[in-house]
Structure formats: C-alpha cells, structure tokens
C-alpha cells in the first residue's frame, strides 16, 4: 500500500509529444525524472536531453518494472491514456494523466478500483483549473462575493487548421469523440467544480464543417439538483480561438476572458451589484505573464504524493465529466454519432 512520502518521488513521463514535453518543462529539475517513453524512439530520447540521467524507452513497460520510479506523468493519445494508467496503479505508481483519462467513464471506475487496492493516487490533467484567473475566481466564490451562485455560461473554441479532420482526433477509435471529449471536458470540468453535480443532462453534439467522424461543435445545458445550470459550447469551428466563463451569484458576477498567447491576455472581471442596482461596481484583473497552470498543476500532484492527500480533480471528477460526454453522444445526433 502506497503511503506519503517524506522525500521527492521519481517520475517518468510516457508519451513525449507536445504535452509531453511541457510536464517535462513543468516538472523541472526536482524531482529527478528518471525515463521518458514514447513508441518514436527519437522523440522520446530528445526529450530526455531536458534532464540529466533521464534514459529514453519504447516500452511503458520497462519504467513500471523499475521500483526505484514513484509516479507517472501519462501524456498519450486518449485511446492510451486508460490503459497505461490501469497498469501503473495496479503496479502501485502514482498517474498524472492527461485529460479525459479515459474514453470512457467505466475505465476510470476500473482505475479507481485498483487504485483503492494499491493505494496509488491518480490526479486528471484538467491544468485550466490552476489558471490565475481561474484561481481567483474560486478565491471570490469561496470568499461569498457572489453569494449564492445561480448559473454560469462558458464557450471555448478555435478554428482548427489545415488537415484537422485527417488528424488523430478526428478518428473515434483514438480520440473517443471529437471537440466534446477534447475542449468541452475543461469546460464540464470548471462547471463541476463551480457549481457540483449534475444529474440532468440535456444538449447534443454535432458536426458542420469538418469532414470528419466526430463532433465538431457541441451544445450542452446541465443541471444540478438544486436547479443551478451550467450552459455550455464547444466548438472548433470558431476560426478566432476563444475562451470565456461567466459565473453569476445573486449578488455579483464574474467573467472571464482567455487564456494567454492565441486566446487572448486572461482577464477577470468582477461586477458587483449594488443595492440600487443599476450599473455595478466594477473590478478588473488581468494576467499578462504567461501560462503557468502546467507547473502549477505538477506541484500539487508532487504534494499530493508526499502529503498523502486526494488529488483534487481526481478520479471522481473525471468519471463524472465522462458520465456527462457519454449521456450527449448517447444522443446520438450528428454526423459524428
């Protein structure tokens, strides 16, 4: 049975693309990063140039075999993700795996089975949480500045490029769906985390532009069972990339716009009602400096193995998230479905 350490764990890093490389970059020099994996031998050995004594493999294999590695960082095509992270906790290492995690809600349940055996703590990748805007909006919510929260409403999209549709994501047998299970799972992700659970699930998935299998845009209206709703749309056919969230209280409400580079300098607002109401007082933020989510998320996945705590989102926040993707393809609209 795993338990916390007192010292740095070791990690490896499977899969060495693009994402990859930015949890490498995230990880930074402590703790060690023994292995980087990738089935391009090539890649993952120059990945592997970014840290000293790091040796490069093929086979995810090797680094489970090897007791000296404490944790995982699972950075695969989706079709991957499950499998890989199945088979690490049930050889007792820690997983921070990418987002979804799964294509589907029943493998996550199959991970948190074992991993409640072996105790390894598996934390999903959703980085959009640990942005600064984001940040500080649960810091107001949880502060009471909005008082009660009624609903919210989050769009996030981009436009593609040439030769999208002939992409891995755009083949269901490796991706699990199209811009639903890639971009609207952040989306259903900060919506959990805002507002709770939501066991009513209305909306549809479908496909209008992209010669492709799968969605490329997605509407969602989700309900907790107090009533409060999450409205949702994801789209790839957005062609000028955009990110906004707006959570509204009975007393104030919050926006926020972009994400850094291509989806524009992330901003916070903060418009407060006032008691004769009329225009509220507003509060701006803005975070110009860069994306530091990756490293920020990285951290708390090191301190939930040396502290022994829960990662937050963890296993059950990604079930749920799936749970939500897998009732709007049950639907069954769309050229993807």
């Known amino acids: 049975m795993n338990r916390a ?35 391009d031998a090539a890649r993952a050995a120059d990945l592997a140039k970014l840290a000293a004594g790091c040796t ?27 499998p890989i992270t199945l088979a690490a906790v049930r050889a007792g290492k820690h997983v921070l795996v990418e987002k979804p995690g799964a294509l589907r809600a029943e493998q996550l349940r199959e991970i948190q089975a074992a991993a409640a055996i072996t105790g390894a703590r598996v934390r999903i990748g959703y980085n959009h949480r640990f942005h600064p805007a984001l940040q500080k909006a649960r810091e107001l919510i949880d502060s009471g500045a909005l008082g009660p929260l009624m609903f919210l409403r989050g769009r996030y999209g981009h436009g593609g490029r040439k030769g999208y549709d002939r992409e891995w994501r755009a083949d269901p047998a490796l991706s699990g769906g ?10 259903i992700d900060l919506a959990g985390w805002f507002l709770g659970h939501f066991p009513k699930v209305e909306g549809h998935a479908t496909t209008y532009f992209w010669d492709m299998r799968v969605d490329d845009n997605a509407f969602l209206s989700l309900r907790t069972a ?23 209280g009975r007393d104030a409400k919050l926006a926020i716009d972009g994400l850094g580079g291509s989806y524009g300098v992330e901003r916070l ?13 507003t509060t701006a933020w803005e975070f110009p400096r860069g994306d530091e989510s990756w490293a920020i998320e990285t951290r708390a996945f090191v301190d939930d193995i040396v502290h022994g705590r829960d990662p937050q989102p963890g296993l ?15 639907k069954g609209e769309g050229k993807g479905q």
């Not at 418009?271 to 007082?281: F, N, R, S």
Request: charged letters at 20%; one cysteine or more; hydrophobic letters at 45%.
């Open 316 to 330: 059950a926040e990604g079930i749920r998230v799936l749970e939500v993707v897998e009732a709007i393809y049950a």
């Open 269 to 281: 607002t903060y418009y407060k009602m006032l008691p004769e109401m009329g225009p509220p007082e």
């Open 5 to 39: 350490r007192t010292e740095q764990p070791q990690f490896a890093v499977i899969g060495c693309g693009l994402i990859g490389r930015k949890r490498v970059l995230a990880l930074g020099k402590h703790p060690p990063l023994r292995y980087t994996c990738d089935l």
């Open 56 to 82: 490069a493999v093929t086979d995810y294999r090797v680094v489970l075999a090897d007791p000296a590695v404490d944790a995982l960082i699972v950075s695969t095509l989706n079709a991957s993700l499950a």
């Open 226 to 248: 107090a009533g409060q709703t999450a409205w949702l749309h994801v789209s790839c056919t957005e062609w000028k990339n955009l990110f906004s969230l707006e959570i509204y």
């Open 178 to 187: 199209g811009e639903l299970i890639d971009q609207g799972v952040h989306l």
